[in-house]
């Protein structure tokens, strides 16, 4: 029987299937007269057609009717099956899926989520809190304070760790979510286009959709720069203005304010303070938060990994798991909180530092592509296309135990060396971000 693990979290749906092959979809739908679209090609639509568009149905996963009409779609729940039958296609078609669900989940969203997976070709075969599973592979001891953002909401788990690792409390923060700092940064560049070329990008759904579809790339690049040069295109030409880090960050203080606030009042006798890779990934965070340690990318999935045996049960009488063994218990036995299953975990290397893996898979726009032995890449369009094999203007080759990249063309550029690319260098090519990761 072939087992994926899907982490639920809105601002990118990780699925591993048992070959290791990662697929991300954001949790956007649209309804088109064919049916449901979900993931990347749903947010590529978002804004040109705002009607038809959600991103809040995992959110408020619930039964209560759409405020539209649609034959393929009555509630948030059916655009939620939708994007599960799309993952389950795009990875494989898994005979059985364990769920990391974020703390968020109350008992009657989880009592949906297993009912759209009875009518699902699938089976869930086990439940766990997402923050629990992520800090279980961590060195962290004592108390933790995990802290992970969605599109729409940021979720505060309190981690007690000793011999196990143990959920002992949420707190929401239903007014800091992805898309709340998205939609300021966004107004905040468009105020500047507004200044400097009276255009304002947001004016029209196309140029609404191109200035969300830059912006990651955007703050990708505030991560580490203090000013950047950012471009779009109107119908009266090609303009470009500097973004500046600060000016950004300031547009965006209250959001910040307000965590932390809830971090002071959580935080108070010194706990561990732990990001997720997504929270992390956030311009000015450092800035605002520091101290903290940050998880790997996937951090979830491979907690689940790593604990299978415990938190694999019955599909007809599952229980959410919200205690593991940590990575810091002895080998040995550990009970987890609701299945009362003994665990005796195998020897298994530690994930290696992103700064020093070997690269598996490139990302690009939510979706990971296996290098393999030769992975080509080639223009379609607006987009790059990939595959394995010869041809390509662009590869990336595997040698050993190196990835190098092979090109003439002047429109790549890479951050790393190019004869031995790791996990965290990066590719631009025509402006589109390429990153190399590692799957384990």
């Not at 090109?407 to 589109?432: F, K």
Request: hydrophobic share 40%; glycine share 6%.
């Amino acid at each position: 029987m072939s087992v994926a693990i899907i982490e639920l979290n809105d601002a990118g749906i990780c699925c591993v299937n048992d070959r290791g092959d990662l697929t991300v979809s954001p949790g956007y739908a649209l309804l088109t007269p064919e049916g449901i679209t979900t993931g990347e090609a749903a947010l590529q639509r978002a804004y040109l057609e705002p009607q038809q568009s959600f991103n809040q149905y995992w959110w408020q996963l619930n039964l209560s009717p759409l405020p539209v009409t649609s034959k393929h779609a009555r509630h948030y729940a059916d655009m939620a099956y939708a994007q599960l039958l799309a993952l389950h296609r795009d990875s494989g078609h898994p005979d059985q899926v364990v769920f990391a669900v974020p703390g968020s989940f109350d008992r009657g969203q989880l009592s949906i989520l297993l009912g759209l997976v009875k009518a699902s070709p699938f089976e869930a075969t086990g439940l766990v809190d997402a923050a629990v599973a992520a800090a279980s592979r961590s060195d962290a001891t004592g108390t933790l304070v995990h802290l992970d953002i969605q599109l729409h909401q940021t979720v505060i788990t309190r981690l007690d760790v000793a011999q196990q690792i143990e959920r002992t409390g949420v707190e929401i923060i239903s007014n800091v979510g992805l898309k709340a700092f998205h939609d300021i940064w966004a107004q905040q560049i468009a105020n500047q286009f507004i200044r400097q070329y009276r255009y304002d990008p947001l004016h029209t759904a196309a140029g609404e959709q191109q200035l969300y579809n830059r912006l990651p790339v955007w703050l990708s690049a505030l991560q580490g720069q203090a000013e950047i040069t950012a471009e779009l295109d109107s119908p009266q030409g090609h303009y470009r203005l500097v973004l500046s880090r600060t000016e950004l960050l300031a547009s965006s203080a209250s959001r910040f304010q307000l965590l932390q606030s809830k971090l002071s009042d959580l935080k108070t006798n010194g706990e561990t303070l732990l990001l997720s890779h997504r929270a992390a990934q956030l311009p000015g965070i450092r800035e605002q938060l520091a101290p903290f340690a940050t998880l790997d990318e996937n951090a979830a999935i491979t907690g689940c990994r790593h604990h299978l045996e415990v938190i694999i049960g019955d599909p007809e009488n599952l229980h959410f798991i919200t205690r593991l063994p940590c990575k810091s218990a002895a080998i040995g036995t550990a009970t987890a909180a609701a299945s009362e299953q003994t665990y005796e975990p195998e020897p298994q290397p530690d994930t290696l530092s992103k700064a020093s893996a070997a690269a598996t898979h490139l990302l690009y726009r939510h979706r990971a592509y296996a290098i393999g032995n030769r992975l080509a890449i080639t223009r379609d369009g607006d987009q790059l296309r990939f595959t394995h094999g010869a041809g390509g203007d662009c590869c990336l080759v595997r040698e050993q135990d190196s990835v190098q990249l092979r090109t003439e063309s002047s429109a790549v550029t890479v951050e790393g060396d190019p004869a031995d690319l790791r996990a965290g260098d990066s590719l631009q090519i025509d402006g589109d971000q390429l990153d190399l990761i590692e799957v384990t």
